[in-house]
């Protein structure tokens, strides 16, 4: 089965409204990041964290690892911001290889 | 910023020709790593490289792929021959340490083999 699960697949908000990006695991992660994939494809590293709690401007991402989920919290969405979400687990292997999820395509529309 | 810059952001090829994706890690990071994504997929973890060597690869780095760094110029990943199922976009990353950093990731090389 799929390792990493996120949910929504797909959310459209309105300019403003907030955002709660969930992301399962199945396997024991070391760390969870959250990459922003532009429309082109390219990947934005936001945020990184192998558990509690991280904030960097509007964004929050929270990680639960013995409970094997994740969060992203977007508040005060901009259009700007649509686009595709990637959560990715990394393992304690040390490689440095991470497990994507499938993502969540967020739309905010004015 | 520093950037991993990926040449060329597109490649059109026949099936059965040999192609080669290069990038330009950040130049102080030592590991380096290929990922497959198909158009409207998950993104794949392909194979990671570390002082001259592969670390790890995934059941997608069939034998047709390798990838080498020569004396610190590009990391190519070679694909000798191509088959239909090898188009996708390739995205390079690199990163300093090993874990816990996330890697930086280029722009991506978009393959389409015919």
């Known amino acids: 089965g799929q390792q990493v699960q996120q949910s929504p697949a797909s959310l459209v908000l309105q300019e403003g409204e907030n955002a709660e990006l969930q992301c399962n695991f199945s396997?024991?992660?070391?760390?969870l990041q959250w990459f922003y994939q532009r429309p082109g494809g390219s990947l934005v590293s936001l945020l990184s964290?192998?558990?509690g709690t991280k904030h960097t401007g509007r964004l929050t991402s929270t990680t639960v690892t013995k409970e094997r989920r994740g969060s992203l919290h977007i508040s005060s969405s901009q259009i700007t911001d649509s686009g595709t979400y990637l959560c990715?687990?990394?393992?304690?292997?040390?490689?440095?290889?991470?497990?994507f999820g499938d993502g969540t395509v967020l739309t905010v529309k004015p | 910023g520093p950037k991993v810059l990926q040449i060329p952001s597109h490649q059109i090829i026949d099936m059965g020709q040999m192609v080669t994706l290069n990038c330009d890690p950040v130049?102080?990071?030592?590991?380096f790593y290929w990922y497959k994504q198909i158009l409207g997929q998950q993104m794949e973890f392909l194979v990671n490289?570390?002082?001259?060597?592969?670390?790890?690869k995934s059941k997608l780095f069939k034998d047709q792929f390798s990838v080498e760094r020569p004396d610190g110029s590009y990391f190519t990943l070679k694909i000798q021959p191509t088959a239909l199922e090898d188009s996708a976009v390739y995205f390079c990353?690199?990163?300093?340490?090993?874990?816990?950093?996330?890697?930086?990731f280029g722009e991506g090389t978009r393959l389409s083999v015919l």
């Open positions: 490289f570390y002082n001259g060597k592969v670390m790890e």
């Open positions: 964290n192998p558990s």
């Open positions: 990353a690199s990163s300093l340490q090993g874990n816990n950093q996330a890697p930086l």
């Open positions: 396997s024991t992660a070391t760390r």
């Open positions: 130049s102080n990071h030592l590991y």
């Open positions: 990715a687990m990394e393992r304690s292997t040390n490689t440095g290889k991470l497990t």
